[in-house]
């Protein structure tokens, strides 16, 4: 086989032109290796990326790719030294290497470049809310059109008080830290706070412990505000399980039990939305869904009687709080909403006429 | 204080946050993540007050008797010898109690658990049947196109509907012809005259869109979900975005408070 090697080497080419430089946009200890691939690439097993640090005679295996593959992050490196690199192209038989790259230093940056636009956006948009929470405390009025879905808490309320059957309030699954589940938050206090003034029962079962003690708090909230602590019952907002279908089990039997005589399904839900949605259905009960999980719109609102359809769900503090400054935020939504809708009008027409200006400015997101 | 310090604690985790989507630089870069550890820290911690929530729930309803008390009477019973065989099994066995070897564990989880979920999730094709038939009905103009468009893309996307659409379209403007055919016939006038075009142009349409489904119904199918459908779940994704960052702005900024007691 030792005769067979110098021919080997013949046949096989190594990568050429490898490239070493400091990763961009990012917070230091990396460094990204680039090269060309060999004519050969097809009949390489993987490349072996080897670094050299400076004044150091040996080098060190960093990372492997498979072919096909030109480019590699080396995370193993600390920031302000020197590295070389060469790439090892493995054949079945031979491994043949590159030339050494250029030294690279890796740097942490300040800025991520790559954010460019997205902290335009944020900025402008800020400014916007602001100008608008300005003028709302100077008095001005703000007009929000009439949402079905939370008109329609205290008619679901009063209801089922009428028909003497307890609430149900669904938080979906999603964790506090989905700001959807805290918009869920401020529609359940509404809830908590129309149930107090009509002496209903408000049940709420819990997908996350942490929910369920935001949900107590808010709960408790809304019946004290209502002036009625003495109705407010712990026992009532509790934690059912953590799994998504045993969750959705949970939710459909306690429907079928209490034969609720409103149902709120408000916040992050999956696969279970249909579930619970055609299970509240075939309680008779009146059914208010919210959720921005888009998907499940669609079940939502084939299934139930009234829902909050994604931003809606953002609004419905502001709009059940009728508080001027939150008022304000969602005025400025709206003008940034056409402004999104006169930048979508513009881009279809320039890219038409085949001048690229927004869609390449919205390429560096 | 009860509300300040929170506002606070707010203010600084929203402001160092944002910051840490611009600036990959240490300490700012890891922010994100370090915070995430912290939440599942805390989150671990909470499920103690779950699991207490849940057990005093179900103790209860056994001890009320309440409609179901045997489902809960099986939760605890499962719960507990979960716990202790799971414990007793997995630490001393397999030096872990979350070790997925361990054999009970397994065994609970592939015949039980595993099965109990599947049957959950396979209720779901019976939901979509008795959701669709309620939404699919042509009352007017929207819901019709609504029927039309879901019937296009549903046959568009399983194996025989290349097959089996062009007949049921043809069909169902067949039906339609006659429908008019019959209407005119119990009418006078113009209305007549209406029916009788109506009944005239279904019949010349059973051709062209017999043709058409049998050649291109899966690019209409494609299309359909493609342009007119992500068209409008964009539309609602920015709007989603745009509320989203708003309503954060209101949390970070303290003008958005019925989150807290």
Do not use: C
């Amino acid at each position: 086989m030792g005769f067979l090697l110098p021919i080997l080497l013949f046949l096989y080419s190594p990568p050429t032109n490898v490239r070493a430089f400091d990763t961009p946009d990012d917070g230091g200890g990396s460094i990204t290796v680039t090269w060309d691939l060999p004519p050969e690439d097809s009949a390489v097993i993987r490349y072996d990326i080897y670094r050299y640090e400076a004044q150091k005679d040996s080098g060190k295996l960093a990372g492997s790719v498979l072919k096909g593959i030109n480019t590699f992050q080396d995370v193993g490196v600390k920031d302000r030294v020197e590295y070389s690199y060469r790439v090892a192209a493995v054949y079945p038989d031979t491994t043949v290497f590159s030339e050494m790259s250029s030294p690279a230093v890796s740097v942490p940056q300040w800025f991520n470049g790559k954010t460019k636009a997205a902290l335009f956006i944020l900025l402008f948009y800020g400014i916007v809310l602001f100008w608008f929470t300005e003028e709302a405390k100077k008095g001005r009025r703000t007009y929000i059109r009439k949402i079905a879905g939370l008109e329609a808490v205290e008619e679901a309320v009063g209801r089922s008080t009428e028909l003497g059957k307890p609430i149900l309030f669904v938080p979906g699954i999603g964790m506090i830290s989905d700001i959807t589940t805290i918009a869920a938050l401020s529609i359940l206090k509404r809830v908590a706070k129309k149930a107090a003034e009509y002496e209903s029962r408000v049940i709420v079962p819990n997908f996350d412990p942490i929910v369920m003690v935001a949900a107590q708090e808010t709960v408790k909230e809304g019946y004290t505000e209502a002036g009625r602590p003495d109705l407010y019952n712990e026992k009532d907002i509790f934690f059912l399980t953590s799994d998504q279908f045993g969750y959705a089990a949970g939710v459909d039997g306690m429907m079928m039990r209490e034969k609720p005589g409103a149902i709120f399904l408000q916040g992050t839900f999956y696969a279970e939305a249909l579930i619970l949605a055609e299970t509240g259905h075939s309680v008779g009960a009146i059914q208010i869904s919210g959720t921005t999980s888009v998907t499940q719109l669609p079940f939502f609102i084939a299934a139930t009687d009234y829902t909050l359809i994604g931003e809606e769900m953002y609004a419905a503090s502001a709009y059940l709080s009728k508080d001027p400054l939150m008022l304000g935020t969602i005025k400025g939504e709206d003008l940034m909403k056409l402004i999104f809708i006169v930048t979508i009008i513009a881009g279809v027409i320039l890219e038409t006429f085949g001048i690229h200006i927004i869609s390449n400015w919205f390429s560096i997101f | 204080m009860k509300r300040e310090i929170p506002l606070f604690i707010t203010f600084i985790t929203g402001v160092l946050l944002v910051i840490a989507l611009f600036v990959p630089h240490k300490p700012f870069g890891q922010l994100q993540q370090t915070f995430n550890d912290w939440l599942i820290i805390v989150g671990g911690f909470t499920m103690i007050l779950g699991l207490d929530s849940l057990l005093l729930h179900n103790w209860e309803k056994i001890k009320r008797k309440k409609e179901g008390w045997i489902s809960s009477a099986f939760l605890i019973a499962s719960f507990f010898i979960t716990l202790f065989w799971g414990f007793g099994e997995g630490a001393i066995a397999h030096r872990s109690p979350f070790d997925p070897s361990a054999t009970f564990l397994r065994y609970f989880y592939t015949y039980v658990f595993v099965p109990l979920q599947a049957t959950m999730f396979s209720l779901l094709a019976f939901f979509i049947a008795s959701a669709a038939y309620r939404a699919f009905r042509a009352k007017d103009g929207n819901s019709t196109l609504l029927l039309s468009a879901a019937a296009l893309v549903m046959l568009g996307r399983v194996p025989a509907g290349q097959e089996v659409a062009p007949w049921i379209f043809a069909f169902v403007l067949l039906l339609l012809a006659y429908y008019f055919f019959k209407e005119g016939s119990k009418t006078t006038g113009t209305q007549k005259t209406l029916y009788l075009i109506g009944a005239l142009v279904s019949i010349l349409l059973i051709y062209p869109v017999f043709y058409i489904l049998l050649h291109y119904l899966n690019g209409i199918a494609d299309w359909i979900m493609n342009i007119p459908q992500m068209a409008a779940k964009r539309g609602i994704w920015i709007g989603i975005s745009l509320g989203g960052i708003a309503m954060s702005l209101r949390i970070i900024l303290g003008v958005e408070k019925t989150y807290l007691q």
